[in-house]
């Protein structure tokens, strides 16, 4: 499976961007696309998943009713749109699959398989 992140940028705070993660390299589609996030100094932490099977998504408190995430079947790609957003989202993006994702969870970084490449994503004034 190979995960294709884009769509990160620069913003100012309020703002909105929206990332996608192309996946290719699996005939059925990976069974849950999650996004998580590093700032700088910090570590990486959960931040959304979309479970293909069921359609059942998770999201952060911290994200919660600013980000939604969705699936474009045909494209096999999962958008993670960014409303709202703050200066503490600021972080480099990564897409990731095949780890848990129920509404209630997210698995950790060490329960997905697959990554794409990180996208930066600038929330500044």
């Known amino acids: 499976v190979q995960l294709q992140a884009s769509g990160g940028g620069s913003v100012q705070p309020g703002g909105s961007l929206t990332l996608s993660c192309a996946a290719s390299?699996?005939?059925?589609?990976?069974?849950?696309i999650g996004w998580f996030r590093q700032a700088p100094g910090k570590e990486r932490e959960r931040v959304s998943c979309?479970?293909?099977?069921?359609?059942?998504?998770y999201y952060a408190d911290s994200v919660k009713g600013r980000f939604t995430i969705s699936r474009d079947n045909a494209k096999n790609t999962v958008s993670l749109q960014m409303n709202s957003l703050k200066p503490e989202d600021t972080a480099v993006y990564y897409c990731?699959?095949?780890?848990?994702?129920?509404?209630?969870?997210?698995?950790?970084?060490?329960?997905?398989?697959?990554w794409g490449q990180g996208t930066q994503v600038t929330v500044s004034s």
């Open positions: 390299g699996s005939s059925s589609g990976p069974p849950a």
């Open positions: 979309f479970n293909t099977r069921n359609s059942r998504t």
């Open positions: 990731a699959s095949e780890g848990p994702c129920t509404t209630a969870s997210m698995g950790p970084q060490n329960s997905y398989t697959y």
